[in-house]
Structures are given as structure tokens and as C-alpha cells.
């Protein structure tokens, strides 16, 4: 099928418009604006406009800034992209898995992605140190040590795999667990930064070398740095824990009691409390002010019921100049009910 | 057409008659366009210049071939193979031939150093024929989609969805089908493109990426698949007192992710210069000595046409009412 024929355009546009604009600044279609600060666009410009005799178009509309970008993408378009530029050693582009918000505020933030990186590790935990009587709660050490030197391994390759292509962080670390019977797949997925050149932040040069990694989202990120902090890294703790069950009698004693489970309430207790604690000893080994956006994770993986990992994840920050900037933001009400908003994604039936 | 064959495969700018018949219907002059964009979606694209012109579609159904003559394929169990000392059993699959190896391979000896029964030697490699498979069906269904959108006279194609199911046919090698829904769009007053872009952005962030400038170039996919056919137990390393990390399988899975982000920013590079919001699906399927590791991404390649440093600053705004 031909790309179509011109004509069918006429009677369509009738109903366009694009929206009547203030402006009223008339602009020619084809070539608007060849700036010679083009990027890729520029080569290819004359091309286009060269090509195509327009049809003498319906008296232009008078087009906005927005409507002229409309233009200039699509001439874009017709170019053959521009060739890297920035000295890098990689063939390819650079890959993000950023929503587009995240990028324009990381890009604003000073930073710009450089690929997207990955970090693996399958584990097999020894089954030694992996078990406790059945009366006892204690902590499954050999276990929790298994658990969180294997999430460290993946979260190393993934700092490896960002420092190759020239990442001084990754952001947006997604870190997940697929369980079997026999072992741990941990994979570490997020998206290598690096301080723009020219982004004006010299004086805030990262003092380490080591790659930073975070699970906050490109707009926490950038937040951050406003608010004068600095991403030190990922910091965990875990415990992997075992419940004791109750003793038959105490279960007989108890059944028609209201009465506290003290030995669950402690085991749970001691080993959420042990998770947290690693991890706050990790941030404190960083040097760090604070851990921001923990989560404490409880699972049973495929242990059963009495046996359950307490993760404890965060991201470890500390002042850049040790003082918190204030961002001021303004504030703003909505007169959206969230609850009651409609969601576009519902209404497409995905996701 | 023979009904019995149906169209000749491989040929990307063939859609079925009822699709042409739909798109002709509903497009050009004086008919209706749909869209499955949303009342805001609708409307930041309308911001920035482009009209929706109607709802396209494109799809394949793909065979895998049934590759690999041994029973590692797809992660059969491969016992009595593996533990031959042979090349792992692997047969006349994936990237071997006779010349070699093609791809990315890597052999774990084992560490016993001994050949024969109960040892054997460990092989990652690259399934080269599954990639194939993947890329062609994807091809495949971008070239319809993009055939439908250009036969409406659309420039661009936003909010593409994509679902790739695993059919479950009672044939011996496995089926996917692969799907992809968008929004064609098109400015009215530009000249039609040669190829229109396709992106899996919604109509919002189609919107905000023109505004900071930079426009979808087009869709891009990478896939990696590695097959892992285990060696002896010692490829483990001990590297400490809880457990041990199974190497050669965590390799199989890093290297299928690093060829999946490879080949993704390879591709895009005869697009844009930068790929946005990469989807990355990987999934690991396990026997008892073999599994075969497949990362799949898919992104936007998104080319710049001005400096987007000229963006106003975003307002930081505090939100007063409760987020839930």
C-alpha cells in the first residue's frame, strides 16, 4: 500500500486545527526553524525541505511553539540519526528502563543514564546451620548470611556492569527473588548514571570511586539532590528466622484464653529488629546520615510457615555540604478524589 | 489466497483482508477514527500537534523451531546425556555448527579434570536460533503494524502494547504469538514519513518527550537467550560457609541480559540516541542439569531534535490531600 495519497489530507484537516494559538506567529511548515543548533535535525533539513514541494497547504495555522517542535521532530525524522558524539566507547545508544518524567528530571538534576544494567547471582544455601528444632526460635544464621551475601554479589556485578559503561551510579535498582526448592535467583536490575558533563557541580565531586547503587525512582533521586544529599548506596539487613512452635500443652492451656502469643510476638519481634539493625550498621560503615525509603520485607520463600526472612532494604544518604537545602515547594490541593479518579489504564484494560 | 497455506510467510507487508477492509472503512475523509488512548492521552497529544487517526494492530503467530537434538531443549531434563562427558548432549542445537560454535560460548571443564562417567563438561551458550525466532516475530509484527498506520496515513504510532503468549499448540515445538496495539497519529499538515515511528509511550509521555526535544524514532527490541548445560557439581564455588553461588548458571543468565541490552542499544543506534523506559522481561526455564536462561527488553529509541536544556524547571509542589 502506497504511503497514501496527499489528497485525502484536504478534507481531513477541516476538522483539525490545531488549537487556535495566542501567538498568531505564522510559521513555514516544512522547515521551521532550521537552527543550525540542531541536533540530528539539521543535517537533514534542507533534504526535506527540498523534497517536498508542498501542496499549498490551507493558510497556515497559526502554530505554536509546540506545533512547531511537532515539525521539527518529524523532520527529524526524515534524517539518518547524528552520529554520537561525547567521546563514548559504545557502539550502541544508551538504554534506560526511566519513564520519561524520570529522565527529564534526572537530566535536570545534572545526570544523565548510561545503560541499563543487570546483576545476577543463584545461590545455593548449604542446608548445614539451615535448620533448629522445632521448640526453638532462634535465627537460621548460616541462612541469613546465604541470603544476604547472595543479594550482594548481584548488587556487585550490577555496580561492575555500570562502572563498565562509565556509570558512577545506578538508580532505580529493582532487586527481586524467584525461589525453588534448591536455590535463590536473585537479579538486580537498574539504570547506570553519571553526572552530566558541564552540569556545573564540580565542586560536588564525588569523593569514592565506588558506584553507588539505590532503589529510589529517578524522581526521588533527583529530589534528593536538591534537598543537598548524596546517595551513598543500597544498605541491607537479614534475618532469617525460626518460630518455634508451641508446645502442645500450652496450646491445649491457651484455646479458650484471650492471651498474647509472647513467643511469636518475640521471635517476629528480635528478628524484624536484627534485619533493621544490620542494615543501620551498614549505612553507619558508608558514613551515613541517614537511610531513606526502608522497607522491611517479610518472606517465606519455600520454607513453610516457620521459617521467615526479614529483609530490611534502604538507601543510605548523607549531606553533600552538611546541611539539609530546603526546596520549598508549593503547595498544591487537588480537587481530584483520588480514590474516585478515573484511571486511564483501567479504562484501556491493561496493566 | 490458498487456504491451506495461507499467505507466504516472512512477508511482513501482508495484512489480512479484514484489515484493510477496516482500516479503508474507517479512514480518510469523512470517516471516524478509534483510539485506545485515554480522554488524557487524547489530549496531550492534540497539545503538541498530532491527531489520532485510528486504533492499529500488528501480530504474528512464530514456531520456534524444535532445535537441539538432545533433551536439553528447553530445559528437559538431560539425564544420561549430561553425564556422558560429551559436549553436554546438546546435540546439533542452538548456535553449534559444524564449523564451530557461532555466538557467545563459554565450556566449564570439570573440575575434577576427568572425563567419563559421572563428570562432565559444562557448556553456556548462546541459543542463537531462539533469538532468531524472537527478533523475526517481532519484526514481523511492527512491519504490520507500521503497514496499517501508514495505510491510514499516520506518521506515528504511540502507546503500543505488546503481549507475547506462549500459545500452548499441541505441535512438538513450542508457539508464541506476539501482539501489538497502538494509537496511529499523524499531523495533518506534514508530509507523510517514510516509515512511521512506533513508541510504547503513552500519549502524556509522547507529549513531554516532544516538549523536551526529543521524538520516539521507533521501537526497538533485544532479546538474549543462553543455555546453561551444567558440568560437574564443583562449577559451584565455595565461597563461603552458608551456601555456595552456582556460577556457571548465574553467567548464563548475566551473559542473556548483556546480549538482551546489547543487541536493544545496538539496534537503536540506526534510530536515536538514546532508548527510554526499556521493559525487561527475563525468565529462567530449569531441568534437572540444563536450563536456558532468555532476557527480553523492549524500549522507545527516542532521537533528539533541539537541546532540551531550555526545559523550565519543573515546580516541586507538596501535595495536601492524601496520595491513598
Known amino acids: 500500500m502506497s504511503p497514501k495519497a496527499p489528497g485525502r489530507q484536504g478534507p481531513d484537516d477541516a476538522d483539525h486545527g490545531d488549537p487556535p494559538a495566542g501567538g498568531g506567529r505564522a510559521e513555514p511548515t516544512a522547515g521551521a526553524g532550521p537552527s543550525p543548533s540542531n541536533g540530528p535535525g539539521a543535517g537533514a533539513q534542507p533534504k526535506a525541505a527540498g523534497a517536498q514541494p508542498k501542496a499549498p497547504d490551507k493558510p497556515k495555522a497559526p502554530a505554536e511553539a509546540r506545533s512547531v517542535d511537532a515539525d521539527r521532530a518529524l523532520d527529524a525524522l526524515r534524517s539518518r540519526p547524528a552520529q554520537r558524539d561525547g567521546g563514548s566507547a559504545r557502539h550502541g545508544s544508551v538504554s534506560s528502563d526511566l519513564s520519561v518524567d524520570e529522565a527529564i528530571l534526572i537530566h535536570q538534576a545534572g545526570w544523565e543514564p548510561?545503560?541499563?544494567?543487570?546483576?545476577?547471582?543463584?545461590?545455593?544455601?548449604?542446608?548445614?546451620?539451615?535448620?533448629?528444632?522445632?521448640?526453638?526460635?532462634?535465627?537460621?544464621?548460616?541462612?541469613?548470611?546465604?541470603?544476604?551475601?547472595?543479594?550482594?554479589?548481584?548488587?556487585?556485578?550490577?555496580?561492575?556492569q555500570a562502572a563498565r559503561v562509565g556509570g558512577e551510579g545506578v538508580v532505580g535498582?529493582?532487586?527481586?527473588?524467584?525461589?525453588?526448592?534448591?536455590?535463590?535467583?536473585?537479579?538486580?536490575?537498574?539504570?547506570?548514571?553519571?553526572e552530566r558533563a558541564g552540569a556545573g557541580r564540580g565542586s560536588e565531586k564525588r569523593g569514592s570511586s565506588e558506584v553507588f547503587t539505590s532503589d529510589l525512582s529517578g524522581k526521588d533521586f533527583a529530589l534528593l539532590n536538591a534537598a543537598g544529599y548524596r546517595v551513598l548506596g543500597l544498605v541491607m539487613g537479614v534475618c532469617v528466622y525460626h518460630v518455634a512452635r508451641q508446645s502442645a500443652l500450652t496450646w491445649m492451656k491457651n484455646q479458650t484464653q484471650n492471651v498474647e502469643l509472647t513467643l511469636i510476638t518475640t521471635a517476629l519481634y528480635d528478628s524484624r529488629e536484627l534485619a533493621m539493625g544490620r542494615m543501620q550498621d551498614e549505612a553507619l560503615g558508608l558514613g551515613a546520615t541517614g537511610v531513606v525509603g526502608v522497607k522491611v520485607e517479610e518472606r517465606t520463600h519455600t520454607w513453610g510457615s516457620h521459617i521467615i526472612e526479614f529483609l530490611a532494604i534502604g538507601t543510605a544518604?548523607?549531606?553533600?555540604?552538611?546541611?539539609?537545602?530546603?526546596?520549598s515547594p508549593q503547595l498544591a490541593v487537588e480537587l481530584e478524589d483520588l480514590d474516585q479518579a478515573v484511571d486511564p489504564h483501567a479504562l484501556r484494560g491493561d496493566r | 489466497m490458498d487456504l491451506e497455506?495461507?499467505?507466504?510467510?516472512?512477508?511482513?507487508?501482508?495484512?489480512?483482508?479484514?484489515?484493510?477492509?477496516?482500516?479503508?472503512?474507517g479512514a480518510g475523509a469523512g470517516g471516524s477514527w478509534t483510539s485506545d488512548l485515554s480522554v488524557a492521552e487524547l489530549s496531550s497529544v492534540r497539545r503538541v500537534g498530532f491527531r489520532p487517526v485510528g486504533m492499529v494492530v500488528g501480530m504474528s503467530v512464530y514456531q520456534i523451531a524444535l532445535q537441539g537434538v538432545g533433551p536439553s531443549y528447553f530445559g528437559l531434563p538431560s539425564t544420561g546425556w549430561g553425564t556422558l562427558g560429551t559436549m553436554g548432549g546438546q546435540g546439533m542445537g542452538a548456535g553449534w555448527s559444524p564449523s564451530g560454535f557461532r555466538g557467545f560460548f563459554k565450556g566449564y571443564p570439570c573440575t575434577?579434570?576427568?572425563?567419563?562417567?559421572?563428570?562432565?563438561?559444562?557448556?553456556?551458550?548462546?541459543?542463537?536460533?531462539?533469538?532468531?525466532?524472537?527478533?523475526?516475530?517481532?519484526?514481523l509484527a511492527l512491519e504490520r503494524l507500521r503497514t496499517e498506520a501508514t495505510a491510514l496515513g499516520a506518521h506515528g504510532i504511540v502507546g503500543v502494547r505488546h503481549t507475547l503468549t506462549d500459545m500452548q499448540i499441541a505441535t512438538s515445538a513450542p508457539v508464541i504469538e506476539l501482539k501489538m496495539v497502538g494509537t496511529a497519529i499523524s499531523r495533518p499538515s506534514a508530509q507523510p514519513l517514510h516509515v512511521p515511528f512506533t513508541s510504547h509511550l503513552s500519549g502524556q509521555q509522547f507529549a513531554k518527550l516532544l516538549d523536551t526535544g526529543r521524538v520516539p524514532a521507533g521501537l526497538v527490541f533485544g532479546v538474549g537467550a543462553v543455555r546453561s548445560q551444567g558440568g560437574c557439581v564443583g562449577t559451584m564455588s565455595s565461597t563461603s560457609w552458608s551456601g555456595a553461588e552456582f556460577v556457571?548458571?548465574?553467567?548464563?543468565?548475566q551473559q542473556a541480559q548483556r546480549l538482551a541490552v546489547d543487541t536493544i542499544e545496538g539496534r537503536a543506534h540506526q534510530l536515536g540516541e538514546q532508548v527510554v523506559g526499556v521493559?525487561?522481561?527475563?525468565?529462567?526455564?530449569?531441568g534437572a542439569e540444563s536450563a536456558m536462561a532468555s532476557m527480553y527488553?523492549?524500549?522507545?529509541?527516542?532521537?533528539?531534535?533541539?537541546?532540551?536544556?531550555?526545559?523550565?524547571v519543573p515546580d516541586v509542589f507538596l501535595r495536601l490531600s492524601d496520595a491513598r
Not at chain 1, 317 to 327: E, F, N, P, Q, Y
Open chain 2, 297 to 312: 527488553c523492549i524500549g522507545t529509541a527516542v532521537r533528539r531534535f533541539r537541546d532540551h536544556d531550555d526545559v523550565p
Open chain 2, 112 to 139: 575434577h579434570g576427568m572425563y567419563g562417567l559421572g563428570h562432565a563438561y559444562g557448556v553456556n551458550y548462546e541459543d542463537l536460533y531462539y533469538e532468531e525466532a524472537l527478533n523475526d516475530c517481532f519484526r
Open chain 1, 114 to 160: 548510561r545503560g541499563l544494567v543487570t546483576g545476577v547471582c543463584i545461590f545455593r544455601p548449604y542446608a548445614f546451620g539451615s535448620w533448629a528444632p522445632m521448640s526453638q526460635s532462634t535465627e537460621l544464621t548460616a541462612m541469613s548470611g546465604a541470603m544476604h551475601e547472595a543479594r550482594t554479589i548481584a548488587t556487585k556485578r550490577l555496580r561492575a
Open chain 1, 173 to 194: 535498582v529493582r532487586l527481586s527473588v524467584e525461589s525453588s526448592a534448591r536455590e535463590f535467583r536473585f537479579s538486580a536490575v537498574g539504570t547506570a548514571v553519571t
Open chain 1, 317 to 327: 544518604v548523607s549531606t553533600i555540604d552538611g546541611k539539609h537545602r530546603s526546596v
Open chain 2, 279 to 286: 521493559d525487561v522481561q527475563l525468565s529462567i526455564r530449569e
Open chain 2, 5 to 25: 497455506q495461507g499467505p507466504p510467510p516472512g512477508d511482513g507487508s501482508a495484512l489480512p483482508e479484514a484489515a484493510l477492509q477496516r482500516l479503508h472503512s
Open chain 2, 248 to 253: 556457571q548458571r548465574s553467567e548464563a543468565v
